[in-house]
């Protein structure tokens, strides 16, 4: 973890989320780079984050200013004062600040927007690209099963080792957030493209003692900048239209899965969440098969009446 030689009350701060709250090194990471912005702002003002009782709402506003002067977007401004807002109340609530000079900031309202979801032709049609046998697009194409297939979080599957495989069972041990452990199966498609990946994995020259499945050009563990690459160059060879992510493939998982009339606690599960709400803003279904669903189910359906004379 980085800027743990910073300002006292942030390192504080930051080990409270890394060794209480189970945060992932990169949530960590993203509080850090967040506090350390606000206080090299406030140090322009002889100030800083060392004494955070000294921090005044005029600064927040100074501060609030000037990210909007500089072109932020809504959603950044809204991260970078919600990490100010966490710090703070960590503070008070250990008897290490009195006040909070954020208190009179509120979050301007953001747009719901879903993550882009494919349909299942395209899911199927993308995780169909790339059949050279060379051991990047064995790679390539492993890496995408897991995130369809298991829909896992991108970090998830970068931080999968060999012990966390059972390539008989099918199954991943899958380390999610808040470090909870989950279960996750593997498709049939999976295990192959697995199987065949790790037969070349040691192409990729990897480092001693080094147990990452999924490896980078260097030989160490893959990451996200990496993986964000492949999935978007493979959506761009299999003629997917627009931008996709690693994200998008775990969203159009847990859509599928819902449009296929799974329970909404199953797929829950399957995506490591540990609150139904947010698996129920993470998923979405469409209109026309909501209606489908209410027009097949609900016993005063007009279309129901119909089917049923």
């Known amino acids: ?21 189970g945060y992932s090194p990169a949530t960590v990471e993203a509080y850090a780079v967040d506090l350390r912005g606000v206080h090299e702002f406030l140090g322009r003002r002889s100030k800083g984050l060392h004494d955070p009782a000294a921090v005044t709402k005029a600064d927040i506003t100074a501060y609030v200013a000037d990210l909007h002067r500089r072109g932020l977007a809504k959603s950044s401004v809204c991260r970078k004062l919600s990490a100010l807002r966490a710090m703070y109340r960590f503070l008070r609530q250990r008897g290490l600040a009195k006040a909070d000079p954020c208190a009179a900031f509120s979050n301007p309202r953001l747009p719901k927007i879903h993550p882009r979801v494919l349909n299942v032709d395209q899911a199927l049609h993308l995780l169909e690209t790339g059949q050279q046998p060379d051991p990047e697009t064995l790679r390539d194409q492993a890496l995408l099963e897991v995130l369809y297939g298991s829909g896992l979080r991108v970090s998830e599957a970068l931080s999968l080792d060999f012990r966390d495989v ?33 037969e070349q994995r040691r192409a990729f020259n990897p480092k001693a003692g080094e147990q990452a499945v999924f490896l980078g050009s260097r030989g160490g563990r893959l990451n996200r900048k990496q993986a964000d690459r492949i999935v978007k160059a493979m959506g761009a060879q299999s003629g997917v239209a627009g931008c996709i992510s690693p994200h998008t493939l775990r969203h159009s998982f847990a859509t599928h899965l819902l449009q296929a009339g799974a329970d909404l606690r199953s797929v829950q599960e ?3 969440h540990a609150r139904i709400s947010t698996t129920q803003r993470y998923t979405h279904l469409d209109l026309a098969q909501i209606m489908r669903v209410y027009d097949a189910c609900h016993p005063l359906s007009k279309n129901r009446d119909e089917v049923d004379e």
């Open 1 to 21: 973890m980085s800027w743990t030689n910073g300002p006292e009350p942030v390192a504080l701060f930051l080990l409270y989320l890394d060794a209480q709250r």
């Open 166 to 198: 059972d390539l008989d069972q099918g199954l991943l041990r899958v380390l999610g957030k808040g470090k909870k452990e989950r279960i996750a199966p593997l498709t049939g498609a999976a295990v192959d493209r697995l199987k065949r990946y790790l």
């Open 270 to 272: 399957l995506l490591g």
